[in-house]
């Protein structure tokens, strides 16, 4: 059960995030953020802005070269099981969506449980009813390749959920695909923000960061503004 002390802390906390990469390139510049629980937050900008190198962070693929990240008020940099964290604390979703593409859908969305506590039972019916949230009813047994664009991404989606994280990062996950599939994707982070997840969204797309209920802007590995889009 989770502590009621644990509601109080933000979802998302940066504090001075600068992140240097070999050569000297300063993606992030001295990056202060909070995300409270159960918002729903876009960052946009320019290509090189920092974005995703600010999610990479988010989601402990990256460390920064100085500066604090927490999550759920724990500092990343005092997780000693990164795997763990990132398996049961956060969803991922990429704008690749890096499915198997020899296994079916159900498999896809059952290969994120591994290491968990569900029994095969469990992984089964787990990935049974993400595939009926993501309306993929009558999908499951067929292979990546013969999914549209956007079925895939919603199977990426349900990957990252089949552990109930708390906290949904994504990555431009709207970036492959036609407009009517990124209307369809607006529609499923909505029914995820209304459920309680929280959603740090990356995105290069106006039309996709209006959808988010707040909106942060970066420039030169800095922020640079903040919207309130409600």
């Known amino acids: 059960m989770t502590s009621p002390l644990a509601s109080l802390q933000p979802a998302i906390e940066l504090r001075d995030v600068v992140k240097v990469y070999e050569g000297g390139v ?3 510049d001295g990056v202060d953020l909070v995300v409270e629980e159960g918002e729903f937050v876009a960052i946009t900008g320019p290509s090189g802005c920092g974005k995703s190198t600010l999610l990479h962070l988010v989601a402990a693929l990256d460390t920064p ?10 500092d990343l940099d005092r997780v000693h099981d990164m795997s763990r964290f990132r398996r049961e604390q956060v ?7 890096n499915l198997l593409p020899q296994v079916s859908v159900r498999a896809n969305i059952e290969v994120a449980m591994f290491g968990s ?12 009813e993400l595939v009926q949230e993501m309306d993929l009813e009558g999908r499951e047994d067929r292979l990546p390749t013969r999914l549209s664009g956007g079925e895939r991404q919603r199977v990426a989606i349900a990957r990252a959920l089949a552990n109930e994280p708390r906290l949904l990062l994504a990555d431009e996950p709207t970036g492959n695909l036609d407009a009517a599939s990124v ?3 607006i529609g499923v982070f909505h029914q995820l923000h209304a459920s309680g997840v929280t959603i740090l969204l990356v995105t290069h797309d106006h039309s996709v960061a209006q959808a988010a209920q707040r909106t942060v802007y ?3 590995g800095r922020i640079v503004e903040g919207v309130d889009a409600r």
Do not use: I
């Open 218 to 220: 970066m420039r030169d």
């Open 117 to 128: 506590r569900r029994s095969a039972r469990g992984r089964r019916d787990r990935a049974l």
């Open 183 to 185: 209307d369809r994707m």
């Open 26 to 28: 300063r993606a992030l």
């Open 91 to 97: 969803g991922l979703v990429f704008q690749l969506h």
């Open 65 to 74: 070269t100085s500066g604090s990240v927490l999550v759920e008020g724990r």
